[in-house]
C-alpha cells in the first residue's frame, strides 16, 4: 500500500485541527479418503508434542487449489490503495482472485490454507469471518492457526472493506457487498481446495529475478549499516521462491511463488478494476497450463505472491501519479518479467519438498510490546500507540503526494514540523512528526492494534506472514531472526508472506525509521517495531521448532455492528424512452486492422446490480465457419476492457452507458467478430433486478 494515506491530505486536513486538540494425538499415516473427511484432531490439532521426527525424509503430502472470483463493485466505489477520494471505479481491466492452497501432511496429521487474493490487503475483519464460515461449513479443520491469507497488494481494487476508520475514509465508509464478494470468494476458494485434497508432491525451485524491481527510498536504505549492505549485492530482494504443485497421476495442479514488488503499475488516475502486475502474470500462467474462462474449472491455479515489498517499486522505466509511464504497458512489462522467470524456476523446479506442515500463530497487541535488549540496540524498548508521520502525507519517491519526504524530528527545517515535533510527537514515536495519532481515537481506534503474526512450515519452507508492509532490509532481519530459531529442523528457505491476515502500515528498520521517508512515517509503531517482531517471530520459531504450544494471545476486537457505510446503493436504472437495455449507443466500425482497438458503446444498467462473479460483463466473439459465434475473450482476462459511465439523461440521472474496448492483438486470426455486453438493469417500480444483453454489428479483422 504504496500511497494510501499518502493521498488523505484532503481528508486528514479537515480532521488535522481537531486531532491536535485532541489435545488429542496426531494419526501416523492419512490415506487422500481420510484426510477429505478427517477430524479436527487429526488435521487442524495435533499435538504439539508429536515427535519433531515423525515427518524426516516423507515427500508425500495432499494437495487441493481451487480460485474464485472476488471482483467487487465495478462502478462508483473508492479504490483501495492511494487513498484518492476521487479515484472510483468505472469499469475492469482484469478480475480480481482469490487463490487458495490447502496442503496436508499425513505423516503429522496436519494442513494449512495458503491463500493469495488479489487485493491491497487482507484486513481483520475479513480474517476473522473467513474462519468463521470455514468453521460453520467443515467444523475445527480450520481456525486462524492455521490459514494464512495473503494479499498481492494491487492498488486497483475496490476498497471500503475494512472495519477500521483510517482505512474507509476515501471510500467514505463501509461497503457491504464488497465485502461480502472477498470474503464469500475466499472462502469459497479454501473450501473447494479442501474438497480436492489428494496425493501429490512439492517441488521447490528458486533464483534471482534482476531488473523487474528497484528501491523508491535507496537513502532510507542507506542508512542502514554498511556492513550489512556489504552482505547483499542489491537494495532489493531479487529472489524468487516457487513451489510447484503435481498430483500423484502426474497432472499439474499449480504454484504459489513469492516475489517482492509492488503491484502499483497501474497510478493513481487509473478506475478500472486490476489485479495489476501479479494478476496478469497469474492469469498468463494459469491460461498457458489450464485455460481461464468464466465459469470454467480452474483446473490450474497460478499464484504470483508477494513478499517484503515495502519500498521496492515495480515502475523501473519511471512514471507518474504512483504507477508506471503507460499503465497498461508497465503492468505487461513487469507481469511479463514475473512469468517469465517464474517458467524459468518451474521448469527447472528439481528439488523434492520433504517434511511435514506445521504452524503457530498468535495475536500480539503490537503498540505495548516490552523489546528485550537483545533485539534492540542493547537497551529495552517500548513500542507505541499507532500513528502515521508527516511524511507518509508526502507520499513515495514514485507517487508523491503533498509536500516532501524526510520531515523528522532528527533534523527539523521547516515550521511545520517544529510546531508538529513540538506539540504533538511523543517520545516513544521518536524521530517522527505525527499527523495522526490513530491509536488513541475513541471509541475504538482508527487502525487494528492487536495484530496476528503466524509461522507456517511446509517441509523447509518457512511463511512469516506479517500484516504490514516490511521493508527489503526489515525482512531480511526478519528472516534471519527465524532462520537463527530453525537451524537444524530442516528449514532451508524463509519467505516474508505479506501483507497477510490483517494490515497495520509498513515495518522499516530502526535506522530507515530515523530519516522519516514515506515507509519509516508509515511505521505505526513506532521506531522499535521491527525489534518487536523479531521477539515475536523468535518465540514462534522456537515452539515450533521444539513441538510446543503458544498462547494465542489478546483476543482482537470484532466491529463488524460498528462499521457505518454512507454509500447508497442503486435505486433504479433509466434509459431513454426508445431504446431497450441492451442497445447499442455508438456503434463499431465495419472493419479494424489488428493492432486497432474495436469499441462499442451500449445502453446498459449499473454493475452494482450483479457483481457477475464467476462471469462476465463482456464478450469478444469470433464467427465460426458453422456460424456459431464462439467466445475468444472476457473481461477477467486482462484484454478487452469493460468501462462504465453515468449518463445524465433526462428526466432522471439514473441512465449509464457502458462501453467495451478491445485493442486487437497483433496475432488475432483475421475474420468476422462482434462485442457482446450483458448487464442487469433494476426496475424503479418494485425494486427487481432483470438480466438483459446486446451485442455490436459483426465486423471484420483484417
Same mark, same amino acid.
Given at each position: 500500500?504504496?500511497?494510501?494515506?499518502?493521498?488523505?491530505?484532503?481528508?486528514?486536513?479537515?480532521?488535522?485541527?481537531?486531532?491536535?486538540?485532541?489435545?488429542?494425538?496426531a494419526r501416523s499415516r492419512l490415506s487422500t479418503a481420510?484426510?477429505?473427511?478427517?477430524?479436527?484432531?487429526?488435521?487442524?490439532?495435533?499435538?504439539?508434542?508429536?515427535?519433531?521426527?515423525?515427518?524426516?525424509?516423507?515427500?508425500?503430502?495432499?494437495?487441493?487449489?481451487?480460485?474464485?472470483?472476488?471482483?467487487?463493485?465495478?462502478?462508483?466505489?473508492?479504490?483501495?490503495?492511494?487513498?484518492?477520494?476521487?479515484?472510483?471505479?468505472?469499469?475492469?481491466?482484469?478480475?480480481?482472485?482469490?487463490?487458495?492452497?490447502?496442503?496436508?501432511?499425513?505423516?503429522?496429521?496436519?494442513?494449512?490454507?495458503?491463500?493469495?487474493?488479489?487485493?491491497?490487503?487482507?484486513?481483520?475483519?475479513?480474517?476473522?469471518?473467513?474462519?468463521?464460515? %470455514? #468453521?460453520?461449513?467443515?467444523? &475445527?479443520?480450520?481456525?486462524?492457526?492455521? /490459514?494464512?491469507?495473503? *494479499?498481492? +497488494?494491487?492498488? !486497483?481494487?475496490?476498497?471500503?472493506?475494512?472495519?477500521?476508520?483510517?482505512?474507509?475514509?476515501?471510500?467514505?465508509?463501509?461497503?457491504?457487498?464488497?465485502?461480502?464478494?472477498?470474503?464469500?470468494?475466499?472462502?469459497?476458494?479454501?473450501?473447494?481446495?479442501?474438497?480436492?485434497?489428494?496425493?501429490?508432491?512439492?517441488?521447490?525451485?528458486?533464483?534471482?529475478?534482476?531488473?523487474?524491481?528497484?528501491?523508491?527510498?535507496?537513502?532510507?536504505?542507506?542508512?542502514?549499516?554498511?556492513?550489512?549492505?556489504?552482505?547483499?549485492?542489491?537494495?532489493?530482494?531479487?529472489?524468487?521462491?516457487? %513451489? #510447484?504443485?503435481?498430483?500423484? &497421476?502426474?497432472?499439474?495442479?499449480?504454484? /504459489?511463488?513469492?516475489? *517482492?514488488? +509492488?503491484?502499483? !503499475?497501474?497510478?493513481?488516475?487509473?478506475?478500472y478494476i486490476s489485479g495489476d502486475n501479479k494478476g496478469?502474470?497469474?492469469?498468463?500462467?494459469?491460461?498457458?497450463?489450464?485455460?481461464?474462462?468464466?465459469?470454467?474449472?480452474?483446473?490450474?491455479?497460478?499464484?504470483?505472491?508477494?513478499?517484503?515489498?515495502?519500498?521496492?517499486?515495480?515502475?523501473?522505466?519511471?512514471?507518474?501519479?504512483?504507477?508506471?509511464?503507460?499503465?497498461?504497458?508497465?503492468?505487461?512489462?513487469?507481469?511479463?518479467?514475473?512469468?517469465?522467470?517464474?517458467?524459468?524456476?518451474?521448469?527447472?523446479?528439481?528439488?523434492?519438498?520433504?517434511?511435514?506442515? &506445521?504452524?503457530?500463530?498468535?495475536?500480539?497487541?503490537?503498540?505495548?510490546?516490552?523489546?528485550?535488549?537483545?533485539?534492540?540496540?542493547?537497551?529495552?524498548?517500548?513500542?507505541?500507540?499507532?500513528?502515521?508521520?508527516?511524511?507518509?502525507?508526502?507520499?513515495?519517491?514514485?507517487?508523491?503526494?503533498?509536500?516532501?519526504?524526510?520531515?523528522?524530528?532528527?533534523?527539523?527545517?521547516?515550521?511545520?514540523?517544529?510546531?508538529?515535533?513540538?506539540?504533538?510527537?511523543?517520545?516513544?514515536?521518536?524521530?517522527?512528526?505525527?499527523?495522526?495519532?490513530?491509536?488513541?481515537?475513541?471509541?475504538?481506534?482508527?487502525?487494528?492494534?492487536?495484530?496476528?503474526?503466524?509461522?507456517?512450515?511446509?517441509?523447509?519452507?518457512?511463511?512469516?506472514?506479517?500484516?504490514?508492509?516490511?521493508?527489503?532490509?526489515?525482512?531480511?532481519?526478519?528472516?534471519?531472526?527465524?532462520?537463527?530459531?530453525?537451524?537444524?529442523?530442516?528449514?532451508?528457505?524463509?519467505?516474508?508472506?505479506?501483507?497477510?491476515?490483517?494490515?497495520?502500515?509498513?515495518?522499516?528498520?530502526?535506522?530507515?525509521?530515523?530519516?522519516?521517508?514515506?515507509?519509516?512515517?508509515?511505521?505505526?509503531?513506532?521506531?522499535?517495531?521491527?525489534?518487536?517482531?523479531?521477539?515475536?517471530?523468535?518465540?514462534?520459531?522456537?515452539?515450533?521448532?521444539?513441538?510446543?504450544s503458544v498462547p494465542p494471545g489478546p483476543t482482537p476486537?470484532?466491529?463488524?455492528?460498528?462499521?457505518?457505510?454512507?454509500?447508497?446503493?442503486?435505486?433504479?436504472?433509466?434509459?431513454?424512452?426508445?431504446?431497450?437495455?441492451?442497445?447499442?449507443?455508438?456503434?463499431?466500425?465495419?472493419?479494424?486492422?489488428?493492432?486497432?482497438?474495436?469499441?462499442?458503446?451500449?445502453?446498459?444498467?449499473?454493475?452494482?446490480?450483479?457483481?457477475?462473479?464467476?462471469?462476465?460483463?463482456?464478450?469478444?466473439?469470433?464467427?465460426?465457419?458453422?456460424?456459431?459465434?464462439?467466445?475468444?475473450?472476457?473481461?477477467?482476462?486482462?484484454?478487452?476492457?469493460?468501462?462504465?459511465?453515468?449518463?445524465?439523461?433526462?428526466?432522471?440521472?439514473?441512465?449509464?452507458?457502458?462501453?467495451?474496448?478491445?485493442?486487437?492483438?497483433?496475432?488475432?486470426?483475421?475474420?468476422?467478430?462482434?462485442?457482446?455486453?450483458?448487464?442487469?438493469?433494476?426496475?424503479?417500480?418494485?425494486?427487481?433486478?432483470?438480466?438483459?444483453?446486446?451485442?455490436?454489428?459483426?465486423?471484420?479483422?483484417?
Amino acid at each position: 500500500m504504496r500511497t494510501l494515506t499518502a493521498r488523505l491530505a484532503p481528508v486528514l486536513g479537515l480532521l488535522l485541527g481537531s486531532v491536535l486538540a485532541l489435545g488429542p494425538g496426531a494419526r501416523s499415516r492419512l490415506s487422500t479418503a481420510d484426510a477429505a473427511e478427517a477430524p479436527a484432531e487429526a488435521l487442524a490439532g495435533a499435538s504439539p508434542q508429536a515427535p519433531a521426527n515423525a515427518c524426516a525424509g516423507s515427500a508425500n503430502f495432499l494437495i487441493g487449489a481451487a480460485r474464485s472470483d472476488i471482483t467487487g463493485p465495478a462502478a462508483e466505489v473508492g479504490m483501495m490503495g492511494y487513498g484518492q477520494v476521487a479515484q472510483k471505479t468505472e469499469g475492469i481491466h482484469l478480475r480480481l482472485y482469490s487463490r487458495a492452497f490447502v496442503i496436508a501432511s499425513p505423516c503429522n496429521g496436519r494442513r494449512v490454507a495458503f491463500v493469495s487474493a488479489d487485493l491491497g490487503m487482507v484486513f481483520q475483519a475479513v480474517k476473522q469471518q473467513v474462519v468463521e464460515r %470455514l #468453521r460453520t461449513k467443515l467444523g &475445527d479443520t480450520f481456525s486462524d492457526d492455521n /490459514v494464512l491469507l495473503s *494479499a498481492t +497488494h494491487t492498488h !486497483s481494487g475496490p476498497g471500503g472493506f475494512s472495519h477500521y476508520t483510517l482505512y474507509n475514509l476515501t471510500t467514505f465508509g463501509f461497503v457491504p457487498q464488497n465485502f461480502e464478494a472477498i470474503v464469500s470468494g475466499i472462502t469459497d476458494s479454501i473450501v473447494r481446495a479442501n474438497a480436492r485434497l489428494a496425493e501429490g508432491s512439492l517441488r521447490l525451485s528458486s533464483g534471482d529475478l534482476h531488473g523487474a524491481s528497484a528501491n523508491r527510498s535507496p537513502d532510507a536504505y542507506l542508512r542502514n549499516p554498511e556492513s550489512e549492505r556489504a552482505r547483499y549485492p542489491d537494495n532489493v530482494d531479487t529472489r524468487m521462491t516457487l %513451489l #510447484r504443485m503435481t498430483g500423484a &497421476d502426474g497432472r499439474e495442479l499449480g504454484l /504459489v511463488n513469492w516475489f *517482492a514488488v +509492488h503491484a502499483t !503499475s497501474f497510478g493513481n488516475t487509473n478506475t478500472y478494476i486490476s489485479g495489476d502486475n501479479k494478476g496478469l502474470a497469474s492469469h498468463a500462467f494459469e491460461t498457458k497450463e489450464g485455460g481461464l474462462t468464466p465459469g470454467g474449472p480452474d483446473t490450474f491455479v497460478a499464484a504470483f505472491a508477494n513478499s517484503n515489498e515495502g519500498d521496492v517499486t515495480p515502475n523501473i522505466l519511471g512514471g507518474t501519479n504512483g504507477g508506471g509511464a503507460n499503465d497498461f504497458e508497465d503492468a505487461e512489462l513487469a507481469a511479463k518479467k514475473q512469468y517469465d522467470f517464474a517458467a524459468h524456476l518451474w521448469a527447472t523446479a528439481a528439488m523434492p519438498v520433504m517434511g511435514g506442515v &506445521d504452524y503457530r500463530h498468535a495475536y500480539v497487541k503490537m503498540d505495548a510490546v516490552d523489546v528485550a535488549p537483545a533485539f534492540a540496540d542493547g537497551s529495552a524498548h517500548r513500542t507505541c500507540p499507532a500513528a502515521i508521520g508527516l511524511s507518509m502525507i508526502a507520499g513515495a519517491e514514485d507517487g508523491p503526494g503533498f509536500g516532501a519526504e524526510g520531515a523528522t524530528c532528527e533534523s527539523v527545517h521547516d515550521a511545520w514540523s517544529q510546531f508538529t515535533c513540538a506539540a504533538v510527537t511523543t517520545p516513544c514515536q521518536g524521530e517522527k512528526p505525527i499527523v495522526l495519532e490513530m491509536g488513541s481515537m475513541k471509541p475504538y481506534p482508527w487502525s487494528p492494534e492487536v495484530l496476528p503474526l503466524q509461522l507456517v512450515t511446509v517441509g523447509p519452507l518457512a511463511l512469516v506472514a506479517v500484516p504490514f508492509e516490511v521493508t527489503t532490509m526489515a525482512g531480511r532481519r526478519l528472516r534471519d531472526t527465524v532462520r537463527a530459531q530453525l537451524q537444524g529442523a530442516g528449514v532451508t528457505d524463509v519467505i516474508i508472506a505479506g501483507p497477510a491476515n490483517d494490515y497495520s502500515g509498513y515495518v522499516a528498520t530502526r535506522e530507515e525509521y530515523a530519516r522519516q521517508d514515506y515507509e519509516g512515517a508509515s511505521t505505526h509503531f513506532g521506531p522499535w517495531t521491527l525489534a518487536a517482531l523479531q521477539q515475536s517471530f523468535a518465540g514462534l520459531a522456537s515452539a515450533l521448532r521444539d513441538g510446543a504450544s503458544v498462547p494465542p494471545g489478546p483476543t482482537p476486537r470484532d466491529l463488524r455492528k460498528a462499521v457505518v457505510g454512507l454509500q447508497p446503493g442503486v435505486v433504479f436504472d433509466d434509459k431513454l424512452l426508445w431504446v431497450d437495455f441492451g442497445a447499442v449507443a455508438e456503434e463499431a466500425k465495419a472493419s479494424y486492422a489488428r493492432g486497432e482497438t474495436a469499441s462499442v458503446t451500449f445502453w446498459g444498467g449499473h454493475p452494482r446490480n450483479d457483481l457477475k462473479l464467476g462471469g462476465t460483463y463482456l464478450r469478444v466473439q469470433r464467427r465460426q465457419s458453422d456460424g456459431v459465434w464462439r467466445d475468444v475473450q472476457h473481461d477477467g482476462e486482462g484484454g478487452a476492457l469493460y468501462h462504465w459511465q453515468r449518463e445524465y439523461c433526462v428526466p432522471t440521472l439514473a441512465c449509464s452507458l457502458v462501453r467495451i474496448d478491445w485493442p486487437i492483438p497483433r496475432d488475432t486470426p483475421p475474420g468476422t467478430y462482434r462485442l457482446v455486453h450483458e448487464g442487469n438493469w433494476k426496475s424503479g417500480w418494485d425494486g427487481r433486478v432483470h438480466p438483459y444483453s446486446g451485442n455490436s454489428r459483426p465486423f471484420t479483422v483484417r
